[in-house]
Every structure is written in structure tokens, then in C-alpha cells.
């Protein structure tokens, strides 16, 4: 007979990375759908100028590859973690620039959609996600990188930004 302490665990244990890489992606995208449905009551402009569509479809082209880069990076890090042999670097593809390109990607789509929708709203709505995701996400992720990578990973966040 299964116990219920057992059936409340976690599928991934406390210390697990993997529990993580889901939730940007849903803090995103929950916020993304609930400032959507609040502009369509509620239609607030953040300017009325032409120029936000622009910036917007560039938004909108550069984050997914830069999402796309990143995790092309991370899945060559993850083999090369496997070989005691090489260095353990983690300067490599957009992580050189930020420690986190993938969640950057993820602020930098919704921001893309509130600027083609011109939305007051689903700004505001990017502005919460992405900070939710730095307290709630980064911040424990960060913990758990530290203390899986040591010293090696205090050099890397001495060197790179967290965002930019």
C-alpha cells in the first residue's frame, strides 16, 4: 500500500533543476493570458505612436532565437559535463552575455506582444512575470547552481549579469 506522504513528493527531488525549467515558461505564459483578456475589457494604449509595431516584430523575431540559441547551448553544456576531462565552463552561446537567455527570451516575447498590441496592460503584465520570475525562479535557481557547481559558478556570477 502506497504511502501519502510518499504520493505528495515531488517527481523531482528538492535539489532538482529540472523542477524548475517549468515554471518561467507558465509564469509567462499565465500572465501573458491574463493581461490579453483584461486588454480585450479593458484596451489601455501605451502611446499612440507608429513606431511600437516595429520594435515590437523585432521583439517578436529575436526571442525565440535567442531562446532556441540557448538551448543549444545548454543541451552541448550538459554533454560536456558528462567528460571529467574538459574545463567546466559556463561562458558559452548567449550565456556569456546573461545567465539566464532563456527566461530573458521568454520577458522579451510578451514584451514584443504588448508593443504590437500596443497594450498598457500586457506591459504590465510582462513587467509582473519577469519579476515573479527573478524572485521567485532565478533566485532559487541560482541557489541550487551554486551549490551543484561550487566556486566554478560564484567566478561565472562575478563575470556575467543576471539579465543583461
Given at each position: 500500500?502506497?504511502?501519502?506522504?510518499?504520493?505528495n513528493k515531488?517527481?523531482y527531488?528538492?535539489?532538482?533543476?529540472?523542477?524548475?525549467?517549468?515554471?518561467?515558461?507558465?509564469?509567462?505564459?499565465?500572465?501573458?493570458?491574463?493581461?490579453?483578456l483584461?486588454?480585450?475589457?479593458?484596451p489601455?494604449?501605451?502611446?499612440?505612436?507608429?513606431?511600437?509595431?516595429?520594435?515590437?516584430?523585432?521583439?517578436?523575431f529575436?526571442?525565440?532565437?535567442?531562446?532556441?540559441?540557448?538551448?543549444?547551448?545548454?543541451?552541448?553544456?550538459?554533454?560536456?559535463e558528462?567528460?571529467?576531462?574538459?574545463?567546466?565552463?559556463?561562458?558559452f552561446?548567449?550565456?556569456?552575455?546573461?545567465?539566464?537567455?532563456?527566461?530573458?527570451?521568454?520577458?522579451?516575447?510578451?514584451?514584443?506582444?504588448?508593443?504590437?498590441?500596443?497594450?498598457l496592460?500586457?506591459?504590465?503584465?510582462?513587467?509582473?512575470?519577469?519579476?515573479i520570475?527573478?524572485?521567485?525562479i532565478?533566485?532559487?535557481?541560482e541557489?541550487?547552481?551554486?551549490?551543484k557547481?561550487g566556486?566554478?559558478?560564484?567566478?561565472?556570477k562575478?563575470?556575467?549579469?543576471?539579465?543583461?
Open positions: 500500500m502506497e504511502n501519502p506522504s510518499e504520493k515531488s517527481a527531488p528538492e535539489d532538482s533543476l529540472l523542477g524548475l525549467t517549468v515554471y518561467s515558461p507558465v509564469v509567462h505564459l499565465f500572465v501573458f493570458l491574463i493581461s490579453f483584461l486588454n480585450i475589457k479593458f489601455i494604449q501605451i502611446a499612440k505612436n507608429e513606431m511600437l509595431l516595429p520594435v515590437g516584430l523585432f521583439l517578436l529575436l526571442s525565440p532565437v535567442l531562446i532556441i540559441w540557448a538551448q543549444k547551448s545548454i543541451a552541448k553544456f550538459r554533454i560536456n558528462k567528460d571529467p576531462s574538459t574545463a567546466r565552463t559556463f561562458r552561446g548567449p550565456y556569456r552575455f546573461s545567465r539566464n537567455p532563456t527566461y530573458l527570451g521568454l520577458a522579451l516575447l510578451t514584451l514584443g506582444f504588448s508593443l504590437v498590441m500596443n497594450s496592460l500586457m506591459l504590465l503584465g510582462t513587467i509582473i512575470a519577469f519579476h520570475v527573478s524572485i521567485f532565478v533566485r532559487r535557481e541557489a541550487l547552481l551554486h551549490k557547481y566556486d566554478d559558478y560564484v567566478k561565472y562575478e563575470n556575467v549579469h543576471t539579465w543583461l
